[in-house]
């Protein structure tokens, strides 16, 4: 294939566009803020699971609470009527006296169980909207440092699309001017050598597989016409001769 010097030089210039935007997407794709969101996004799912266990068994222990003060107010209006009925004098019978008197007796016993049942179950539904409290803090706060990274993930992708936009425009019209054969060529090995598809012969190295020519190897370049196109022997990628190729 042949190609004049001078698009042959201009296949570098479009060579150091694509890395450059090869570079970007990179950069695009490995942003710190992603890990970053990343990580708040796992502590944050952990924090809401235990702030729904924890609003739940708020939840429980307010119903909890509520049966066992129903409760309460039961056995104390069951005494509050037997001990209206001993003081009425109304009951002569000694045996009735004495069956009302174990019954209060035990409605007391009954309703300082119960209360003790009010009072435990009052301080686990504390506990709980303590808990409640601390992760709703904490949610709250890793949200806004999620907003906040959010906000620097957009800027520097933002950022990066446009010179990426610059670039590829700017690419577009270099690419225009270089002939079609030797675009072709060039994008094909570009995809198939990592994203380099032509290098610079400089000081007898090729610049994209890093290793130097041998002798035999820099005769036959010397000998090829300047418009030759000329591949590396090692990688097979397109090699451009500069002033300061060696030769």
Not at 69 to 93: H, K
């Amino acid at each position: 294939m042949n190609a004049a010097p001078a698009d042959q030089i201009r296949l570098l210039e479009v060579q150091a566009l694509d890395s450059r935007i090869a570079q970007l997407d990179h950069k695009r794709k490995n942003l710190p803020e992603h890990a970053e969101l990343e990580r708040i996004g796992a502590d944050l799912s952990q924090l809401r699971d235990l702030l729904v266990a924890a609003r739940t068994e708020e939840s429980d222990t307010a119903r909890e609470q509520t049966k066992a003060e129903q409760d309460v107010d039961l056995v104390r209006q069951r005494a509050v009527r037997d001990q209206q009925r001993m003081d009425s004098g109304l009951l002569t019978s000694p045996k009735d006296l004495e069956n009302l008197q174990r019954e209060l007796a035990s409605l007391a016993k009954r309703q300082s169980d119960l209360e003790d049942i009010v009072l435990e179950v009052m301080e686990r539904r504390e506990n709980a909207q303590e808990r409640a409290t601390g992760f709703t803090g904490r949610v709250e706060a890793l949200e806004a440092k999620a907003a906040e990274a959010e906000t620097r993930k957009s800027a520097a992708l933002e950022s990066i699309d446009a010179e990426g936009f610059t670039i590829a425009k700017e690419r577009e019209t270099l690419a225009a001017g270089i002939p079609d054969d030797l675009l072709k060529l060039y994008d094909k090995l570009r995809n198939q050598q990592g994203g380099i598809g032509a290098a610079r012969l400089y000081q007898k190295r090729c610049e994209g597989c890093r290793l130097e020519l041998n002798i035999t190897e820099l005769n036959e370049v010397r000998a090829a016409p300047a418009d030759t196109v000329v591949r590396c022997e090692n990688c097979r990628r397109i090699l451009v001769r500069t002033a300061d190729s060696g030769l």
